[in-house]
């Protein structure tokens, strides 16, 4: 059965202090590999798909990036507006996106 | 906005009630995914149709049907309800599989 791991659970941050979240999946039957942003009692919204080892993205302070059994969302100089919960999730090879818990992020001016 | 929508947006209803949430894709996908989110369990995949036909099943109870109809919009019905069935329920549309899913704004459901 697929699993998608994040961490950490919360992170707070000072604006401007750069940092990283984690997200490690279960390796077999990988279809793309998602990154959503949820604001509270809205709907995840699209931030990036990655397929292979080695890809990354970029969009605006925010940059994905994927390994054999991880993946990263590096977030640059964050500012106040960057406070969401980040969800990561695993394409499978049953049509089904698999979801991480999610890592609140907390920006602080 | 995504270009999915979802109806209502609130819902509240008794133990032992029915409700149906209704979804409309983006313009031009065929495929419909439905979701539920509980503060536990996080984002749960329940059923996926693709052009009017069940593709693939998540952990969807037995008190809860969908169904897509000829226009690509759908419908989740839940019966019998329980108080753990309080959820945020969405819908997503997307290509056939693998691509990117896009989500609706949700139908927040609290049965009391």
């Known amino acids: 059965e697929d699993q998608v791991t994040q961490s950490p659970e919360a992170l707070r941050l000072q604006e401007g202090e750069s940092s990283s979240l984690n997200c490690s999946y279960t390796?077999?039957?990988?279809?793309?590999l998602f990154w959503y942003r949820q604001d509270p009692g809205k709907g995840p919204e699209f931030l990036f798909t990655?397929?292979?080892a080695g890809e990354e993205k970029e969009k605006e302070r925010l940059k994905a990036t994927l390994t054999k059994k991880e993946s990263f969302l590096h977030i640059t100089a964050p500012k106040p507006e960057d406070s969401a919960t980040y969800l990561c999730?695993?394409?499978?090879?049953?049509?089904?996106?698999?979801f991480g818990k999610g890592t609140l992020l907390t920006v602080n001016p | 906005d995504s270009g999915v929508t979802q109806t209502p947006k609130h819902l509240i209803t008794a133990t032992g009630q029915r409700v149906t949430l209704r979804c409309s894709p983006r313009?031009?996908?065929?495929?419909v995914y439905w979701y539920q989110q509980s503060l536990d369990q996080g984002l749960q995949f329940l059923i996926q149709?693709?052009?009017?036909?069940?593709?693939a099943k998540g952990n969807i109870l037995e008190r809860f049907s969908a169904q897509q109809f000829p226009d690509l919009h759908s419908e989740l019905n839940l019966s019998s309800l329980e108080l753990g069935d309080s959820a945020l329920y969405f819908c997503?549309?997307?290509?056939?599989?693998?691509?990117?899913?896009?989500f609706g704004p949700g139908t927040r459901l609290l049965v009391l």
């Open positions: 997503a549309s997307g290509g056939p599989g693998g691509e990117t899913q896009y």
């Open positions: 390796v077999s039957g990988l279809r793309g």
């Open positions: 990655l397929y292979s």
């Open positions: 999730a695993k394409g499978g090879s049953n049509y089904k996106l698999t």
């Open positions: 313009s031009g996908d065929l495929s």
């Open positions: 149709y693709y052009n009017g036909e069940e593709r």
